[in-house]
């Protein structure tokens, strides 16, 4: 079945740190990828998301592109904040059409501290 | 107004109990899904609905029942609380035309003892 590996956390910068969180796939077919955040004490939500290969999703400062040949899709912020900490979730689901369309396959979430 | 509200947010129950998790949404969405998060396994999908009618169990819905009341109510029961269903709940939803972009309730910590 589908399945989303991150790196293992969590992750301790200082402000205006560069970030970098892996996330890597296994899915048949070609996926959608998405990246959630989950601020302390707060429900999901949608980050960033890319539908095809080589399409590069971006939101307040965040980054990911579809790297369909190292099926990757790594979360970057050149200059992370303090309001930034929080847990990043990297997803997949089936593209509209399939059976499985809107299932969303979750990573197992990585925790970010920004220090001051 | 929050756009999907959970009760209780918080709840501590003994094992064997039965409890209902309650979750309503204001945003006119047909797709209502139950997750459950334990640390470091991420969100794991317990149950999801189409719309009333079409109700599909997900990768652990062993233990769990779900009822769509309505289009804007979709609820979770655990019939005989065990303590390995302590976790937090988050109850989401979204539209068919775009069902990646889900949008979270605030979550509920249950605690079995």
């Known amino acids: 079945g589908d399945s989303v590996t991150q790196m293992e956390g969590p992750v301790t910068l200082s402000e205006e740190a560069f970030l970098t969180i892996n996330c890597t796939y296994t899915a048949t077919g070609y996926p959608s990828l998405f990246w959630y955040v989950q601020y302390p004490g707060e429900g999901l939500q949608l980050l960033l998301k890319?539908?095809?290969?080589?399409d590069k999703g971006s939101n307040k400062g965040f980054e990911a592109t579809y790297r369909k040949e190292t099926t990757s899709f790594h979360l970057e912020k050149g200059s992370v904040q303090v309001s930034d900490s929080a847990v990043y979730f990297c997803?997949?689901?089936?593209?509209?059409?399939?059976?499985?369309?809107?299932?969303?396959?979750f990573g197992q979430g990585t925790i970010l501290t920004v220090h001051p | 107004d929050a756009d999907v509200t959970q009760t209780p947010r918080n709840r501590i129950t003994k094992t064997g109990k039965r409890i209902m998790l309650e979750c309503s949404q204001t945003k006119g969405h047909d797709r209502m899904y139950w997750y459950r998060q334990d640390p470091g396994l991420g969100l794991r999908l317990i149950y999801y609905s189409f719309d009333v009618k079409d109700i599909n169990k997900g990768e652990i819905s062993d233990g769990y029942s779900v009822s769509r009341q309505a289009q804007a109510k979709f609820s979770l029961s655990l019939e005989s609380a065990i303590p390995n269903q302590t976790a937090l709940y988050f109850c989401?939803?979204?539209?068919?035309?775009?069902?990646?972009?889900?949008?979270f309730g605030p979550g509920t910590r249950l605690t079995v003892t």
């Open positions: 997803a997949l689901t089936a593209n509209a059409g399939g059976t499985s369309y809107g299932k969303l396959t």
């Open positions: 890319a539908t095809k290969a080589d």
């Open positions: 989401a939803t979204s539209e068919s035309g775009t069902a990646y972009e889900q949008y």
